[in-house]
């Protein structure tokens, strides 16, 4: 069975950083994307972060790049997002889904196959 978790997830103040993990199992990452996504209250789900599994290519969306970081940590079977400099507008719940493809139809990490559960990120002071 396929598993997807998310952790990491709390309260950040403006400018501070933040960890997400992504723990993966019945899956080899290799033959998959791995992506983060996050969905604010009254807004549509959107991707913000994918990398390859095959040969670890990244691409992130405008609204992140810089800030934010995908790693991926095959031997753990988990895929981090290292958030920086977050700002209020990051507030949003954090998925982690594995994805059949890298790059399909126009979007990155397309389409999802597995969702984690998703992580709560609150940015204020």
């Known amino acids: 069975e396929v598993q997807v978790v998310e952790s990491g997830g709390g309260f950040v103040q403006p400018g501070g950083s933040l960890r997400l993990s992504c723990s993966v199992s019945?899956?080899?990452?290799?033959?998959?994307?791995i992506g983060w996504f996050r969905q604010a209250p009254g807004k549509e789900r959107e991707g913000i972060a994918c990398?390859?599994?095959?040969?670890?290519?990244?691409h992130y969306d405008f609204a992140v790049k810089g800030r934010f970081t995908i790693l991926n940590d095959n031997a753990r079977s988990t895929v981090y997002l290292q958030m920086r400099n977050v700002k209020p507008e990051d507030t949003a719940v954090y998925y982690c889904?594995?994805?059949?493809?890298?790059?399909?139809?126009?979007?990155?990490?397309?389409?999802?196959?597995?969702w984690g559960q998703g992580t709560q990120v609150t940015v204020s002071s």
């Open positions: 019945g899956v080899t990452f290799e033959d998959y994307a």
């Open positions: 990398i390859s599994g095959s040969d670890d290519n990244t």
């Open positions: 889904g594995v994805a059949q493809w890298w790059y399909s139809g126009g979007s990155y990490c397309n389409p999802v196959n597995y």
